[in-house]
């Protein structure tokens, strides 16, 4: 496993997160902007970001916890690698949920 990797988890996240930024402050100003389809289509991107996030979470802390105990001397490189993907892949999974959240549209108030 390379820093690339790990790079690239990060970068997913930084758009996840500006996407649901994005379309939350769409949503609280005007519903009219935000088109059904493109609401579904961001809803589909997050639910399989999410499910991808935690699987890879689990893949990644699985792969360091092989290395723990382990005499060779790469093992301390590829436990840290191991867990600091594993933190990105948890912010792919939390920035995934900030946007399914950034989807709800609001309850309309009742007409008086």
Known sequence: MSWTQVLLLVLVAAILAGTAWFTRRTVERARADLLAHQAVNRLVLARACALVGALLVGGYVGHAVSWLGSPSYVAGERLTRSLVAAVAAG????????????CRVPAEPPAP
């Not at 912010?91 to 950034?102: D, G, M, P």
């Open 91 to 102: 912010a792919v999974l939390a920035a995934s949920l900030l946007l399914e959240r950034a």
